[in-house]
């Protein structure tokens, strides 16, 4: 089993930046595929990036490609999303999740429901 724990989040104004960090618990963080999913009130939970075991192949959803950007860093159990440029429409709430990939070290994940743990989330608001 892993632990997620997001941080970073807060109020910023549009155009701004905020990067968010996902922090694992265990020695095993190098074998889950991690994603970043936001969830707005009223909204479903969609995908906004994801990133394989190894690092090496990402995912951007359109509404944030060129503006977001998910890495990890396995010797630190922790996976980042840096998000520039930062709209009103990017305000939710922002949870990390993590799924075991196995063999698969270059695939990602981009449905929430392919997600084994999450974590509790952390709000972002974009004010206009």
């Known amino acids: 089993q892993v632990q997620l724990v997001e941080s970073g989040g807060g109020l910023v104004q549009a155009g701004g930046s905020l990067r968010l960090s996902c922090a694992a618990s265990g020695r095993t963080f190098s074998s889950y595929a991690m994603g970043w999913f936001r969830q707005a009130p009223g909204k479903e939970r969609d995908v906004v990036a994801a990133i394989s075991r190894s690092g090496v192949n990402t995912y951007s959803a359109d509404s944030v490609k060129g503006r977001f950007t998910i890495s990890r860093d396995n010797a630190k159990n922790t996976v980042y999303l840096q998000m520039n440029s930062l709209k009103p429409e990017d305000t939710a709430v922002y949870y990390c999740?993590?799924?075991?990939?196995?063999?698969?070290?270059?695939?990602?994940?981009?449905?929430?429901?392919?997600?084994?743990?999450w974590g509790q989330g952390t709000q972002v608001t974009v004010s206009s």
């Open positions: 999740a993590a799924r075991t990939a196995g063999i698969y070290y270059s695939s990602y994940y981009p449905q929430p429901r392919e997600y084994d743990y």
